[in-house]
C-alpha cells in the first residue's frame, strides 16, 4: 500500500508547474537568453518568491539550464514553448486539464449519474495537443515498417503525425477527418512541414465517406478506441476495400494486455467520454480483423510503459 500511496501523491504537481508556468508567461521569458529570476518576476509583474520556486521545479524537471539564479529554457526544448510551432505542448497541457475535470465525474458516472454526453467541443485542439506527444513513435514506426510506400490512408489523420514521416520519404498521403479538424490541425501542421503537395484531405465522416483505393498502407492512429467492436468491423471492411493485396493496416493504440495499466485507465477515460469506445486487446483486434479478411502480421511496441503499440494487419 505504501508503494501505490507513494506513487500516486503529488502526480498532479508537475503539471500544475508546467501550465502554471506558461500561463503566467514565466516560459516566454526563458526562450531566449539566461535571466534572473527577480528580474523575469518584475518583468513579469508576477510573486518573486513563486517564481524562483517554480523555476526550481521546471530545473529539477530537467527543462532549463542554469547559471546560478538565472536560468533558461534548454536550447532543443525551445520548439515545444513556441506557440506557432507543431511541437508546442500548451495545447496539451489544457486537453489535461479538460481531462481532468472529466475524471472528476467518474464516481457519480458509476452511481449512475454521469452528466449527458457532451459533443466534443474542439476535435482540433485535441488534435494539435496529440502531435508533440507521438511524433517520436511515429517517427519509430516508419523506421521499423520499413517498406516503400507510394500511397497511404491516414483515417483520422488528426495533425497527420502518423502519415508525415511517410510523407517526408515521398508517400502521396490521403488524410481523412472531420473538416474542422482538416482545417485548423492537418492543413497548417503538414504545410509547416512543407508537405502540403504530398498530401490530398477527405473532409467528412469516416462512417461516410469513400475511402478510395489503391492504398498499400492505412492508418488508424490512435481512432479504435473511440469506437465500439461493431463500428471497428464496418472500418476493417472498408480498410479491406480500400487496400491493395499484401497492402497493410496499421492500427496505433493503447493495448489491453495486462502488460501495464495505462491501457486500463485509458478504457476509464473512453467510458467516460464516449460511453461505447474501449480500449482493445490485440486477441480483440485479430478477431475483428480475421472476420474481415485481414492476416495479423506483428506488434511493433512503441512505448512500452503506457504500452502503446502499431498492429500490423495485411490484405492476402
Ligand atoms: C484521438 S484523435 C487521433 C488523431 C491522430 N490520428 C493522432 O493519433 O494524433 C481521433 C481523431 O479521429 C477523428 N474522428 C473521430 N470520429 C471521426 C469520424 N466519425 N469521422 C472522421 N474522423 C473522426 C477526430 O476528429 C480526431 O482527429
Redesign the pocket.
Known sequence: MEKILKSISFHFAPFCVLKAAMDAGITDFLLDSFIPFDELSLRAKLDAEGVKRVLEVLYQMGLLDRKENSFKLKEELKKFFEVQSPFYIGHYLEHLKNLNNRWENLAQALKGKRKPLKKPKD?AL??KA??PI?WSSALELENKLNFRVKRAL?V????C??SIPFALKGARVFA???PE?IEN?AFPIVKSFALSGNYSFIK????QVEWGKGYELIIW???CH?FPAEKIELMMQKAFKALNSKGKLVI?DFVKDSKALFPYLFDINMYLATRKGKTYSPAEIQHLAKKAGLEFRNAIPLDEERNHSALVLEKP
Do not use: E, R
Open positions: 476535435m485535441l488534435a496529440l502531435f507521438n491516414d483520422g489523420c488528426g495533425s503525425v502518423w481523412l477527418d472531420l479538424v490541425a467528412g465522416d469516416l462512417f492512429g490512435n481512432i473511440i496505433v
